[in-house]
Nanobody, 113 residues
């Protein structure tokens, strides 16, 4: 059974930094990533990474966010720098295991002064 445990959300000031972590267990994972959903908006991809380290970022976070993973530990992190109020959202860990997508419960990130 696939389980995802997210951590690292919270309140951060504009221009600050925050790191999200997701620990996955229960399978072998291909693509791992982070999505976010702001109030009243659709869930969107933030960043994703393959087992080989190929990354994909939303245009809105390029140059500010960095995704990384530890294949041995089945962990995927999202380093968020230079955050903006528009980054405020619930962030969800997402993993693909044997063609099936799994979601974490989400962690709230609030960017506000």
């Amino acid at each position: 059974q696939v389980q995802l445990v997210e951590s690292g959300g919270g309140l951060v000031q504009p221009g600050g930094s925050l790191r999200l972590s997701c620990s996955a267990s229960g399978s072998i994972f291909s693509i791992m990533g982070w999505y976010r959903q702001a109030s009243g908006k659709q869930r969107e991809l933030v960043a994703a990474i393959t087992p080989g380290g190929t990354t994909n970022y939303a245009d809105s976070v390029k140059g500010r966010f960095t995704i990384s993973r530890d294949n041995a530990k089945n962990m995927v992190d999202l380093q968020m720098n230079s955050v903006k109020p528009e980054d405020t959202a619930v962030y969800y860990c997402n993993v693909n295991a044997r063609g099936i997508m799994y979601w974490g419960k989400g962690t709230l990130v609030t960017v506000s002064s």
